[in-house]
């Protein structure tokens, strides 16, 4: 690794070195839906952008999705499991409350060199994940970590509530991150929560303040629930000021950013996210109408898309961005 050129000594980053994703095989579409409650392919459509959703099998859990995609992702960035130092698991939807599932992921894929911890911030956990990661690399603690975004969001959804059980997926992304030095890498990445709004989308069963008992079963509240238009207004506006404050303490014009790939919740999101910028779509990521909300997984998919089919390139600016439960949001300027 060149450390120096020209006497000047070179910036020390983390890189993505390699991506994978993956999303079980059964497909849950919103025809198939309108048999389930009352709701329709036109009003899921027309509000949300979304056709069809991945569903885990009754067996499947979240780490072995991150299985899945972390032997992608190792792959192409042609690391053996033993090399990875830290497992970090972006997710709000694990295997267990307790060991971690990034802990239950290390063994699945025999990294026995590596510590693993979880780490929760909803919609915008892999973006916490990513500044995480960039951190410690940049600090010196590790060379070589594997980031995971995972959910099955389908075990805590109430399948006769039509105001969340059309929105949500299953999957996951995940990437290596490996330090680098030079311009190209990790840029940027900034994270920000409003907890007075916790109630907006929140799962308020099974943890310490309503443990689970018949009663928390009876009330259902082991279940997400959500205040949909409320949230949705105020991510319009966050995430266009996210934007915009990303690029300029970056100082990069919007015309030279390459991509955006902006977490996959809502189409309307996104487009009037793209609109208030001027930001034309043809360089923003979508895949929502074939997941859904994939939560902490939705950024990662998106990426390993964008990078499998080549629609990123060396030295390109990319952007990503995330809005969800905490309330948190976050984003990440990388150069690729
Ligand atoms: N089918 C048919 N009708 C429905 C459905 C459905 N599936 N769901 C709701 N409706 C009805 C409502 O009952 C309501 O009817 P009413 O006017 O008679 O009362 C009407 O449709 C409109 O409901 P709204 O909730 O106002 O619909 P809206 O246009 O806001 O769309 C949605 C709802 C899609 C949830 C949108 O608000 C949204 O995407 N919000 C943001 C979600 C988000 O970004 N979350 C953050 C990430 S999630 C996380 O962190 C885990």
């Known amino acids: 690794m060149r450390v120096f050129q020209g006497g000047k000594r070179l910036p020390l980053r983390s890189r993505i070195t390699g991506t994978g994703s993956y999303a079980p095989e059964n497909v849950l579409t919103n025809f198939d839906l309108e048999k389930k409650v009352d709701t329709s392919d036109e009003w899921i459509t ?28 190792l792959q192409a960035a042609h690391l053996k499991p033993g090399e990875i130092e830290l497992i970090i698991v972006a997710t709000m939807s694990g ?27 909803a ?11 960039d951190n410690f690399i940049k600090g010196g603690t590790f060379r070589k970590i594997l980031l995971v ?7 805590f959804i109430d399948w006769q509530d039509r105001s969340t059980c059309v929105l ?8 290596i991150l490996e330090k680098t030095t030079g311009q190209r890498g990790i840029l940027s990445t900034r994270l ?56 300029r303490k970056n100082n990069i014009k919007l015309s030279e950013l390459a991509m955006l790939i902006p977490h996959q919740a809502n189409l309307r999101i996104i487009k009037a996210t793209a609109e208030r910028l001027n930001l034309p779509m043809s360089k923003v990521a979508v895949n929502l109408e074939r997941y859904g ?44």
Request: glycine share 8%; proline share 3%; net charge positive.
């Open 192 to 247: 920000f929560s409003d907890g007075n709004l916790w109630d907006f989308i929140c799962l308020p069963g099974g943890g310490s303040q309503y443990p689970p008992s018949s009663k928390t079963l009876k009330n259902k509240l082991h279940f997400i629930k959500m205040k949909g238009n409320e949230t949705f207004k105020i991510a319009v506006r966050t995430l266009e000021k996210l934007v915009v404050d990303t690029l």
């Open 168 to 175: 949500f997926g299953d999957g996951a992304g995940a990437v």
């Open 293 to 336: 909300n994939t939560s902490s997984a939705s950024i990662p998919i998106a990426l390993d898309e964008v990078v499998r089919k080549g629609r990123i390139k060396k030295n390109d600016y990319v952007l990503l961005e995330a809005f969800g439960a905490g309330l948190t949001w976050a984003s990440a300027l990388i150069r690729w």
């Open 123 to 133: 919609c915008s956990g892999f973006l916490y994940g990513l500044s995480v990661a």
């Open 149 to 155: 975004g995972a959910e099955v969001m389908s075990k």
């Open 46 to 73: 027309e509000r949300t952008g979304i056709k069809e959703r991945r569903i885990a099998r009754d067996t499947e859990t979240t780490s072995d999705l991150c299985l899945e995609a972390s032997k992608k992702a």
């Open 95 to 121: 295997d267990m409350p307790m060991p971690s599932t990034a802990s239950l992921l290390q063994k699945k894929l025999h990294a026995k060199n590596a510590a693993a911890f979880d780490l929760n911030a």
